[in-house]
Nanobody
């Protein structure tokens, strides 16, 4: 089992920055990839950024150049640095971790970008 606890998020003006954190506990050695997803009202959950155990990263086209995913293995924590935020980035953001047995989710955190 893997537990994910998120922190960060909140309200920011357009053009501002926020950082989300996600700390894993439990069977962390089994995790091979982590990611951030988001879900806006009335829309499907979408992948924002992902990072593998080897630190390879991928991003949604909509956030490339603005968001950065990173990990601190010593702290079992993944970060999402969000810069140049836009109103369309408003959503609930979820941390995700995959191992070969299951997919795990954080509790979600609201990010609201005002225009």
């Amino acid at each position: 089992q893997v537990q994910l606890v998120q922190s960060g998020g909140g309200l920011v003006q357009s053009g501002g920055s926020l950082r989300l954190s996600c700390t894993a506990s439990g069977s962390v050695s089994t995790i091979y990839a982590m990611a951030w997803y988001r879900q806006a009202p009335g829309k499907q959950r979408e992948l924002v950024a992902g990072i593998t155990s080897g630190s390879s990263t991928n991003y949604a086209d909509s956030v490339k150049g603005r968001f950065t995913i990173s990990r601190d293995n010593a702290k079992n924590t993944v970060y999402l640095q969000m810069n140049s935020l836009k109103p369309e980035d408003t959503a609930v953001y979820y941390c995700n971790a995959d191992n070969y047995f299951a997919r795990y989710w954080g509790q979600g955190t609201q990010v609201t970008v005002s225009s």
